[in-house]
């Protein structure tokens, strides 16, 4: 209990309004009944409306374009950096900020609150330390949040008014130090939940039971190569009401996290269609957005996985953005709970993680072998984000293999460049994991046209 004191410290700077204004059984109450019981906070909007056009897509992208956080522009950023960036920021009067733990190697783990409405959201990211994306979002949320008089002003009022929303942006400071995933220990955070041997864990699981929060967004990133749907497009964000049991039943706190996420995605599939997918739902009792379900928290994971041309996920920002403005207005006004959850299930799952690359058909010219042979070529890049630095996966007949790019190659011949290539005693092989660059050309003389250069600017370009 000893971490609860400090938590409830910072509830009473925080928070204090919460009891005075909101009955105490009134979340818990709410589990094992769902959206029907619980009574919704005063209607603003026509939900008739809001079925035909989801909410929140022009404002969501007024405050992601308005209200970016320009002092991270990359998705790669430390603690020091992050609150460099969001000092200035959470000064303003309408924020607090309390800290509510510290990490393995002593960095301050913060809240940043916002309103003072009875209904109370929490919203935590990068318990993984290399998965930022959300950080960038919630950092631009709260630079919204600090301006009464800009943009959206009428429903972010609605949120200050019914809507208590605490923020921890980087959870995990001391795994976001080294860009990996684990904290300082080698612990992953998100296993974390029910043995809380971390301080990180305990610090979430304090904030937790002192806000007592109806609404909770766990917020990640996920494998920038899974695929949105078997054959579908790369996932550019997957969604997740978790399950509270083995059985998966929609019941409880899980009611309300997926006419949440149902809100979300439909939100989401106007700005990237086939891009949103709905990640796996298998109960793991060590997890965080598991258990906060149980703990009476419907709670939405948000995993972003990575789209074409965008190295440094601004646009997944943005869209994070969007997503989330559109669910704090929806719990606000209380507009989910009309929600069809239809959205939701009818996303497609996240599915088999794609080779980056494959190359089909090509004939390979290899030095010391009269004939060129033909095979076909898969390959992953070491930065599947930034799609940077690619390298030999399989060689040979890869059929079925699915990748989110597929160079045709028929007819063509593939000339390695050397970086590919290891030479031995005068013979040549193709190695797995060399370092991946060649030209296609027309024909098998080393000279003959060139249809394509692979990585398209190797030449010249330093490798690694
Ligand atoms: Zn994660």
Same mark, same amino acid.
């Given at each position: 209990?000893?971490h609860a004191t400090q938590s409830q410290n910072w509830l009473a700077r925080a928070t204090l309004v919460v009891a005075a204004t909101m009955a105490v059984g009134c979340s818990s109450?709410a589990v094992?009944?769902?959206?029907?019981?619980?009574?919704? +906070? @005063?209607?603003?909007?026509?939900?008739?409306?809001?079925?035909? !056009? &989801?909410?929140?897509?022009?404002?969501?992208?007024?405050?992601?374009?308005?209200?970016?956080?320009?002092?991270?522009?990359?998705?790669?950023?430390?603690?020091?950096?992050?609150?460099?960036?969001?000092?200035?920021?959470?000064?303003?009067?309408?924020?607090r900020v309390a800290e509510i733990g510290?990490?393995?190697?002593?960095?301050?783990i913060k809240a940043a609150t916002f309103g003072s409405g009875p209904t109370r959201v929490l919203l935590w990211?990068?318990?993984?330390?290399?998965?930022?994306?959300?950080?960038?979002?919630?950092?631009?949320?709260?630079?919204?949040?600090?301006?009464?008089?800009?943009?959206?002003?009428?429903?972010?009022?609605?949120?200050?008014?019914q809507l208590t929303v605490v923020m921890v942006?980087?959870l995990?400071?001391?795994?976001?130090? !080294?860009?990996?995933?684990?904290?300082?220990?080698?612990? #992953?955070?998100?296993? #974390?939940?029910?043995?809380?041997?971390?301080?990180?864990g305990r610090a979430l699981k304090a904030l937790r039971d002192s806000l007592r929060p109806q609404f909770g967004f766990n /917020?990640?990133?996920?494998?920038?190569?899974?695929?949105?749907?078997?054959?579908?497009?790369?996932?550019?964000?997957?969604? /997740?009401? &978790?399950?509270?049991?083995?059985?998966?039943?929609?019941?409880?706190a899980?009611?309300?996290?997926?006419?949440?996420?149902?809100?979300?995605?439909?939100?989401?599939?106007?700005?990237? +269609?086939?891009?949103?997918?709905?990640?796996?739902?298998?109960?793991? &009792?060590?997890?965080f957005?598991?258990l906060m379900q149980?703990w009476g928290t419907s709670t939405?994971?948000?995993?972003?996985?990575?789209?074409?041309?965008?190295? @440094?996920?601004?646009?997944?920002?943005?869209?994070?953005?969007?997503?989330?403005?559109?669910?704090l #207005?929806?719990i606000?006004?209380?507009?989910?709970? $009309?929600?069809?959850?239809?959205?939701?299930?009818?996303?497609?799952?996240?599915?088999?993680?794609?080779?980056?690359?494959?190359?089909?058909? =090509?004939?390979?010219?290899?030095?010391?072998?009269?004939? *060129?042979?033909?095979?076909?070529?898969? /390959?992953?890049?070491?930065?599947?984000?930034?799609?940077?630095? *690619?390298?030999?996966?399989?060689?040979?007949?890869?059929?079925?293999?699915? =990748?989110?790019?597929?160079? $045709?190659?028929?007819?063509?011949? !593939?000339? &390695?460049?050397?970086?590919?290539?290891?030479?031995?005693?005068?013979?040549?092989?193709?190695?797995?994991?060399? *370092?991946?660059?060649?030209?296609?050309?027309?024909?098998?003389?080393?000279?003959?046209?060139?249809?394509?250069?692979? *990585?398209?600017?190797?030449?010249?370009?330093?490798?690694?």
């Amino acid at each position: 209990m000893s971490h609860a004191t400090q938590s409830q410290n910072w509830l009473a700077r925080a928070t204090l309004v919460v009891a005075a204004t909101m009955a105490v059984g009134c979340s818990s109450s709410a589990v094992g009944t769902g959206a029907a019981s619980r009574p919704a +906070p @005063e209607r603003t909007r026509s939900s008739t409306l809001t079925a035909a !056009l &989801p909410c929140c897509l022009e404002a969501g992208r007024e405050v992601a374009e308005r209200y970016r956080a320009t002092g991270i522009t990359r998705r790669r950023f430390t603690h020091d950096e992050l609150w460099a960036t969001l000092d200035p920021i959470v000064a303003a009067p309408s924020l607090r900020v309390a800290e509510i733990g510290r990490s393995i190697q002593g960095r301050s783990i913060k809240a940043a609150t916002f309103g003072s409405g009875p209904t109370r959201v929490l919203l935590w990211s990068q318990m993984h330390g290399d998965e930022s994306t959300a950080t960038m979002s919630l950092a631009d949320l709260l630079g919204w949040f600090a301006d009464p008089a800009g943009a959206q002003r009428e429903m972010r009022d609605q949120i200050s008014r019914q809507l208590t929303v605490v923020m921890v942006p980087m959870l995990n400071p001391d795994g976001a130090e !080294l860009f990996q995933r684990q904290n300082a220990v080698g612990v #992953d955070v998100n296993r #974390d939940a029910a043995s809380l041997a971390t301080p990180e864990g305990r610090a979430l699981k304090a904030l937790r039971d002192s806000l007592r929060p109806q609404f909770g967004f766990n /917020l990640h990133d996920q494998n920038a190569r899974t695929l949105a749907g078997n054959g579908g497009k790369q996932a550019a964000i997957a969604l /997740l009401a &978790p399950a509270l049991n083995a059985q998966r039943t929609f019941e409880g706190a899980r009611i309300n996290a997926r006419l949440v996420a149902a809100g979300m995605a439909a939100v989401l599939d106007r700005e990237i +269609p086939g891009r949103v997918a709905r990640y796996d739902d298998s109960f793991n &009792p060590r997890a965080f957005g598991d258990l906060m379900q149980t703990w009476g928290t419907s709670t939405v994971l948000v995993e972003s996985g990575a789209m074409p041309g965008d190295p @440094e996920k601004q646009r997944l920002r943005a869209l994070n953005v969007v997503a989330l403005v559109s669910a704090l #207005d929806a719990i606000a006004t209380g507009r989910y709970a $009309s929600t069809s959850p239809a959205a939701y299930d009818a996303l497609p799952m996240n599915a088999r993680q794609a080779m980056d690359v494959i190359i089909v058909g =090509a004939s390979v010219v290899m030095p010391g072998h009269a004939d *060129p042979f033909r095979v076909d070529l898969s /390959l992953n890049y070491d930065e599947p984000v930034a799609r940077l630095h *690619p390298r030999v996966r399989e060689v040979g007949d890869l059929r079925g293999v699915v =990748a989110l790019d597929t160079i $045709s190659a028929a007819g063509l011949f !593939l000339h &390695p460049q050397p970086s590919m290539l290891t030479e031995q005693g005068g013979y040549y092989w193709l190695r797995i994991d060399a *370092p991946a660059a060649f030209t296609l050309r027309r024909g098998a003389d080393a000279r003959s046209e060139v249809v394509r250069s692979f *990585p398209a600017e190797s030449r010249g370009r330093r490798e690694r």
